[in-house]
Structures are given as structure tokens and as C-alpha cells.
């Protein structure tokens, strides 16, 4: 499966952005699937993830409460909603995903889990 990241852009702090991510190539529907960033000259770092059958959310620390991540299958698209953004979230931003069996309904947080990434779309928050 081919993953495409899109949605990314200037925001001033504050404000809300929503990222998507479009598969093809194949369906989501027995993928886990994730969002992870990666700022200048830091490590790439899990922002949130979501399991195939939408059961499991997990979300890092930083963005509880002010991100959001969710699945369409039918469009096999998932998306970031991005609320209350901060200087601090500005990165570049990898969607991700890895095929599950289906008794394996859970999030990893783990890069090297996931085996399918799409390309980077940036963030930038400032003002």
C-alpha cells in the first residue's frame, strides 16, 4: 500500500489544522495505523495511532487533549485533526500504517513497527 500526506501548512499558534492520509494500492482496513513526527535534528517521534478496527486510540503525551486521529476505511483515508497548535508541534509529519491480524486490535508507538510511510507534509506554527 502507497500512503499521501497532505493537509500540512502555517498555522499560528493556536489555531487547527487537519491532516490527511490517502492510501492506494490496497485497502486499511486490516492496517494499524499512525502519525509521527519528526522536528530538525531530532528523532522521529510518535504522535498518535489508531488500531484497524478504530477500538484502540493512543496518543503521546504532548498532544492528548488538543489532537485528534480517526480512520474512514471507505475513503481509505485517515486523518490528524490538529486543535490548539503550539511553535512546538511544528515538524514534519509521517502517516504510517502496518497489517494486523485481526485478534492484533491495538496500538503500537514504535517506528520501526510500521512498514508502509507515506512522504513527509510540514507544520510550521507561528505567528
Known amino acids: 500500500v502507497q500512503l499521501q500526506a497532505s493537509g500540512g501548512g502555517l498555522v499560528q499558534p493556536g489555531g487547527s489544522l487537519r491532516l490527511s492520509c490517502a492510501a492506494s494500492?490496497?485497502?486499511?482496513?486490516?492496517?494499524?495505523i499512525g502519525w509521527f513526527r519528526q522536528a530538525p535534528g531530532k528523532e522521529r517521534d510518535f504522535v498518535a495511532g489508531?488500531?484497524?478496527?478504530?477500538?484502540?486510540?493512543d496518543y503521546a503525551d504532548s498532544v492528548k487533549g488538543r489532537f485528534t486521529i480517526s480512520r474512514h476505511n471507505a475513503l481509505n483515508e485517515m486523518y490528524l485533526e490538529m486543535n490548539s497548535v503550539k511553535p512546538e508541534d511544528t515538524a514534519n509529519y509521517y502517516c504510517?500504517?502496518?497489517?494486523?491480524?485481526?485478534?492484533?486490535?491495538?496500538?503500537?508507538?514504535?517506528?520501526?513497527?510500521?512498514?508502509?510511510w507515506g512522504q513527509g507534509t510540514q507544520v510550521t506554527v507561528s505567528s
Open positions: 504510517a500504517a502496518v497489517i494486523r491480524d485481526y485478534y492484533e486490535d491495538y496500538v503500537s508507538g514504535l517506528d520501526f513497527d510500521y512498514n508502509f
Open positions: 494500492g490496497g485497502t486499511l482496513d486490516y492496517y494499524t
Open positions: 489508531i488500531s484497524w478496527s478504530g477500538g484502540s486510540t
